[in-house]
């Protein structure tokens, strides 16, 4: 049985283990006897858990005590360096790779040239390639190497592991991914969606700690919705949930969301108002590359420009309804904005939704929403990739409907 196997084996015969690690990673540094009491679990069964875990060498005992006028307690904190995730966000303009450690934290991470227009087996040697350099550059062992989330955007089948449909990355549709990846790496893949996979990243990093209902915005080429209930993913019947670009807005512009408030909306509206003769300093691009375009409005509106600021309010305006709407119909607790399209104007973006969910959110009497920009913005996606490998292998979670 190789190493991960056995790993794999011991997991599935100590389910209390991913409790434990999970409450360690988040809670650090914490005591076996604070565990039993947050858990329920018994003195035994914590003992065990925690045992095999400092076995596998996920947990260590830290220097520290507390003194409660007994025995003094040991503290456990988790060993981040034990196990690492790769994380790999396709995109048509650019591929990100990143390696996280146990705790969710960026060891190192690389930029490559977009998907787009590039043979797909071309590019999975050249991520498999820069993984090698990657791992080298970080000294990290191979073996601590748990597995790859890949995301993408688009309709995925998760079962095939394959891209169903993708406005931005058409060559790809139909191609098997996951294993493809798997295969030029020697390494276990996950396939999944973009906003799915940031929601992971932020509930693994623990900034949305205690958070039962949890929404991360995503918006890159497309707008996406990833929901996390409870700690765990919710998927819907094909793993397809959240495509929040198609919603239809009763606005009297009518569109979809992604039509009104999406990057090429966004870009469209500049390139007709600057043909126009409206008075600008942006520079839009030579080819009409509408992705450059949207990041050339969104810098020249944080640096002033009036033409541009408007633009940017207006897309953020037409996000905020479709958050509000998510917000009221899921009753969230907790909303973050995260994605390459809120990079440079993501303040904008954020007072934009705070304000709407602060007026407009129906359990308002009862609670709060918390609404903040991702601790990752622009590679948010890359980084929950690697989180989602993390929580398979280390603390499973059962999957809301589908999966």
Known sequence: MSERSGRRAARSTTPSRGLVLDLVRTRAPISRVELAGITGLTQAAISHAVRSLIDDGLLVETDQRTY????????????????CGVGVQLGADWI????????GQVI???????????????????????????????A????????IGVVAPG????????ILVSRSLERWQGYALRDALAAATALPVLLDNDATAAAIGEFWSGRIAGSLAHCTLYMGASIGAGIVVGGSVYRGASSNTGPLGRMRLHRPDGGTVEDLAGPRAVAARAREAVAGGRDSAVRLSADGDPFL?????????????????????????????????VANLLDLDSLVLAGPSFTTAGAIYLRAVQERIAAEFFPAARHDVRVMLSGQVADAAAVGAA???????????HLVAGG
Do not use: M
């Open 68 to 83: 409660t006028g007994g025995k003094p307690r040991v503290l456990l904190s988790l060993n981040p360096r034990a196990r």
């Open 96 to 103: 990100v790779l990143v390696l996280a450690d146990a705790a």
């Open 108 to 138: 190192a991470r690389a930029r490559l040239r977009g998907a787009r227009d590039r043979d797909p087996d071309e590019v999975v040697a050249h991520v498999a390639g820069e993984l090698d350099v990657l791992l080298r550059a970080a």
């Open 140 to 147: 990290v062992d191979p073996s601590a190497v748990v597995g």
């Open 155 to 162: 309709a995925l089948d998760l079962v095939q592991g394959a």
């Open 293 to 325: 375009d949207f990041t050339a409005v969104a810098t020249a509106a944080v640096h002033g420009d009036a033409l541009c600021r408007d633009l940017i309010q207006e897309s953020a305006d037409y996000l905020a309804d479709a958050a509000v709407t």
């Open 387 to 397: 989180a989602l490998v993390l929580q398979e292998e280390l603390a499973p979670r």
